[in-house]
């Protein structure tokens, strides 16, 4: 979701909610915790689609849900 986010011009993306659960389960270990994985899906993502760096994601690499319903 957040490469999704940046990828469509998104300036910034908001984690207060994963943030407070991550607070609410372990206090400041879940949040660490939380981040972390947000980051390292972050770079995955980035990873997956030959990307290096928030300006190399790029629009035309998020496809809608419909898209593949039409082909069915």
């Given at each position: 979701?957040?490469?999704?986010?940046?990828?469509?011009?998104?300036?910034?993306?908001?984690?207060?909610?994963?943030?407070?659960?991550?607070?609410?389960?372990?206090?400041?270990?879940?949040?660490a915790h939380v981040i972390q994985?947000?980051?390292?899906?972050l770079l995955m993502a980035f990873?997956?689609?030959?990307?290096?760096?928030?300006?190399?994601?790029?629009?035309?690499m998020v496809m809608h849900h419909?898209?593949?319903?039409?082909?069915?």
């Open positions: 979701m957040l490469s999704q986010a940046l990828a469509l011009g998104a300036r910034a993306v908001f984690i207060g909610r994963p943030y407070l659960w991550g607070l609410a389960h372990s206090g400041e270990a879940g949040v994985l947000l980051r390292d899906e990873q997956l689609c030959g990307c290096g760096t928030v300006s190399d994601i790029k629009r035309e419909e898209r593949y319903l039409a082909k069915l």
